[in-house]
């Protein structure tokens, strides 16, 4: 009940605040294991995507909002918990595979992970790589990917700023990508991964138009 009345005011205040233009929400399904894979520009990607999406999206959030002392820190830790963040340690060596690790039990349980296959916020706005763990993922948890595509958040809290500025902002929601499609005879695991996370990077390329790092 808390987290659909603190969704609720969140939501409010996107749609008054950033007036966001939504497509594609009939491409995530309503029911079982689902990985939405977007693209990153601001720190309110992993509030708006939430917001938009039909169902309860599971984000990793750094540790740090979750251990704050003092009223500020507890009000984090509420903030954070209640919308259903997992806490990532950055600083643990095994981060990475830990953080791979939770996102599956999400996935197992049924639920819907997001996640950003370039692995951290485009601090020039660019689009870069994948990194392949979204199809260790996908092929693992048996789901299928959605590719979102952001637009306009990194003008809402540009690269250094504190305070969010009103601008208005997109959320894109592609075709839903089969992992299994990557499985072929003959085809090394490595490659597959390779594969699938190329073929996800292109969808939110094509919806999101940004520049491609070299």
């Known amino acids: 009940m808390t987290y659909r009345v603190l969704r609720l005011i969140l939501s409010l205040l996107a749609y008054v605040l950033l007036r966001p233009q939504v497509t594609g929400r009939n491409n995530i399904p309503r029911n079982g294991a689902v990985i939405l894979a977007s693209n ?30 003092g009223l500020k820190g507890r009000l984090s830790r509420w903030f954070f918990t209640t919308i259903g963040m997992i806490p990532v340690q950055r600083d643990d060596p095994r981060a990475g595979q830990r953080s791979l690790e939770d996102a599956l039990e999400v996935l197992q349980r049924g639920g819907a992970f997001g996640i950003y296959p370039e692995g951290t916020r485009s601090r020039d706005g660019k689009l870069h790589a994948g990194r392949t763990g979204v199809a260790w993922l996908a092929l693992a948890g ?9 637009r306009g958040t990194d003008k809402v809290q540009p690269v250094g700023k504190r305070i969010p500025r009103l601008h208005r902002v997109e959320v894109h929601f ?41």
């Open 40 to 69: 990153h520009l601001s720190f309110i990607d992993s509030l708006l995507i939430p917001i938009v999406a039909p169902r309860h999206v599971t984000f990793l959030a750094k540790a740090e909002y979750f251990t704050g002392r």
């Open 174 to 214: 592609g075709t839903p990508i089969d992992p299994q499609r990557q499985i072929t005879a003959g085809t090394k695991p490595a490659q597959a991964r390779r594969e699938l996370t190329d073929e996800v990077m292109a969808s939110i390329h094509r919806m999101s138009g940004q520049e491609l790092a070299a």
């Open 142 to 150: 048996h789901a299928p990917v959605v590719p979102v595509a952001v």
